[in-house]
């Protein structure tokens, strides 16, 4: 119980972030994304369905405000939290290069996946120039902040933990 109202604010807290706060801090044209951050760690943490719950919910949110497809970001964040919820058994505790690499690639797929449904399926074939000027700049902005932010998710799923632990079990 407390680990899902903990999660819900968080998905509350980070859309909010990267609706306002991160939009704030562009560089080159563009902001880490949050939401891969939220989405990967938390299916690195606790696994595939913990990661497909978090990937819905995080992309219901971006299609009630931002999308033109209802689902399409629900659907693309739930892809990356299921996939990235295989990693759960490589989990060691402090270790930043497994989850940094799987943010990498998450947030390489998200860029990928959003350009081909959204800009190349209208006829827009410059692949070159939206990888080199927004997809790559952004995996490495997302990749950089995650350092900091994965810290933190970290210390907050290590605090549930031990609670769940404490109470006996993950449902007390």
Do not use: H
């Not at 950089?144 to 007390?172: M, P, Q, S």
């Amino acid at each position: 119980m407390k680990r899902g109202i903990t999660l819900a604010i968080l998905i509350f807290t980070f859309f909010i972030l990267q609706s306002t706060v991160v939009q704030g801090i562009r560089l080159g044209g563009v902001v880490p994304n949050l939401t891969v951050i939220l989405v990967t760690s938390t299916a690195f943490f606790r696994g595939k369905t913990t990661g497909l719950l978090t990937g819905f919910f995080c992309g219901l949110f971006s299609d009630f405000f931002f999308g033109d497809i209802l689902g399409f970001y629900a659907v693309t964040y739930m892809c990356i939290g299921y996939l990235c919820g295989f990693a759960t058994r490589e989990f060691y505790d402090f270790d930043l290069k497994l989850p940094l690499l799987l943010i990498a690639a998450s947030d390489l797929a998200y860029g990928m996946i959003v350009y081909w449904c959204l800009f190349m399926m209208r006829s827009r074939m410059n692949v070159s120039f939206y990888l080199l000027r927004i997809i790559l700049p952004e995996v490495i902005y997302t990749t950089v902040a995650a350092v900091v932010v994965y810290r933190i998710l970290y210390l907050i799923n290590e605090k549930l933990t031990a609670d769940e632990t404490k109470r006996g079990g993950y449902f007390a």
